[in-house]
């Protein structure tokens, strides 16, 4: 969303990307690991850092900040209001018991997918895939889904500069290996990823569209490699999640 200059403020804007700059890579941060994550100069990055730990969002030493639990405040309200998950929920519910697997569905922020729903299942998720994670979308098979949804010129700017971290040894950081596969993607209208996030990680990805025939989330699966493999995929768990994608059509 756009707006006007006047109405910016720049110094909410440069608190916000201070408490980004914690993740799984980095959870303590101190004021010039702060100040680079953000793009900010150490002594603002500090002011902030020394704000947020006085409004109770961040712990510290003295010297490192860390995330406190206050944040969830943020994940919380948004997970017991949002339209989308309370929609999603039910039939992620059914659809895990149907495939005997863990559900999610899957939203686009920047470079990362957000897990914003999730099935009830009991199985074991892996480490990360958790409710409200976020996971590189180029190595993910819901931010291939996601991205294969962008216009040509769309994925072209989300593509400009972007270098693609390695995380595992199957992940694919070559560009134009990436610009295949998207392309590939959008012409299954499905995404298989395996183990290109995380070891031990297969999944299976379908769009979720609205009536207008946008794509608003991703829905996916995690299963073994035996289940990912082509014959048993299309006959078990691929028609699962595109009967699931056509009955949440009209609800989004």
Request: glycine content about 6%.
């Amino acid at each position: 969303m756009a707006i006007a200059k006047a109405d910016f403020i720049e110094g909410m804007a440069k608190g916000m990307a201070v408490l980004e700059s914690f993740d799984t890579e980095r959870q303590r941060l101190n004021a010039t690991l702060a100040a680079q994550r953000a793009g900010i100069t150490r002594a603002a990055a500090r002011r902030h850092l020394l704000t947020l730990a006085h409004l109770g969002y961040l712990e510290t030493d003295g010297s490192y900040f860390w995330l406190a639990p206050k944040v969830l405040r943020f994940s919380g309200s948004y997970l017991a209001s949002a339209r989308l998950p309370r929609l999603l929920q039910p039939t992620l519910n059914r659809l895990s018991a149907l495939a005997g697997e863990p559900v999610s569905a899957v939203v686009l922020d920047g470079a990362s997918v957000v897990i914003v729903a999730r099935s009830g299942s009991n199985a074991v998720l892996a480490y990360g895939l958790h409710l409200g994670a976020r996971l590189p979308a180029h190595a993910t098979s819901t931010g291939r889904v996601l991205l294969a949804a962008k216009t040509k010129t769309e994925f072209n700017a989300w593509m400009k500069g972007r270098e693609l971290p390695r995380l595992t040894a199957h992940t694919t950081v070559d560009p134009k290996a990436l610009r295949a596969i998207i392309e590939q993607v959008r012409a299954d209208d499905f995404c298989v990823a395996q183990e290109e996030h995380e070891i031990g990680v297969h999944a299976l990805a379908v769009p979720l569209r609205n009536m207008q025939g946008q794509t608003v989330a991703a829905l996916n699966v995690v299963t073994s490699a035996q289940r990912l493999e082509p014959r048993t995929m299309q006959r078990d768990l691929l028609p699962l999640l595109l009967e699931a994608a056509r009955e949440l059509r009209p609800l989004l």
